[in-house]
């Protein structure tokens, strides 16, 4: 989602075909860890349950999938992470896939003797270093329609007053 929304900022084409496909993809990639998430516990015994810690999420969701973080947090809005300014969205897209694919090294780690699990998660780790692939070339995309090479300092976008009054901004 978080991709999908910034697509409308973005100041080109390219970096709005970018996050929309990426976007779309990384939906995609939930249905396939959800599936996975279901067919490891559809069959758990209650006994199964409470030795794997699953005692609290099953009191809460039986073994439905809710999308929550390792620790317990639940997926929320604030994952979308929308700021609005090109530059910055691309910079935290870019994190956000290593992050990604951080998890998926982690989860492997952990899964490795078992192919099942193992195989579509370094499909998904892979898929992540594509994505973090295309959100360089969009950043770059974004950096080379810039009047000013000092994209750190503002947004051109909205702060062109800047730009008129403060000649450390040029």
Not at 31 to 37: A, D, G, K
Not at 65 to 86: L, T
Not at 102 to 110: A, F, G, H
């Amino acid at each position: 989602m978080r991709y999908l929304s910034q697509r409308f900022t973005m100041p080109n084409r390219m970096a709005m075909a970018v996050l929309n496909d990426v976007g779309t993809e990384e939906l995609a990639h939930l249905e396939m860890v959800s599936t996975i998430v279901h067919q490891l516990t559809r069959n758990l015994t209650m006994e199964e349950i409470e030795n794997s810690g699953l005692g609290p999420y099953y009191i809460d969701h039986t073994v439905a999938v809710w999308p929550q973080a390792a620790g317990g947090i639940p997926f929320n809005a604030c994952e979308f992470q929308s700021k609005g300014d090109p530059i910055t969205d691309l910079f935290e897209n870019l994190a956000a896939e290593q992050k990604a694919r951080s998890t998926y090294d982690n989860i492997l780690r952990v899964v490795r003797d078992i192919p099942e699990i193992a195989d579509p998660i370094k499909f998904l780790r892979a898929r992540e270093v594509v994505h973090f692939q295309r959100f360089g070339e969009a950043l770059r995309s974004v950096q080379e329609q810039l009047e000013s090479k000092n994209f750190y300092a503002f947004n051109p976008s909205f702060d062109m007053p800047c730009m008129e009054t403060c000649k450390d901004c040029k």
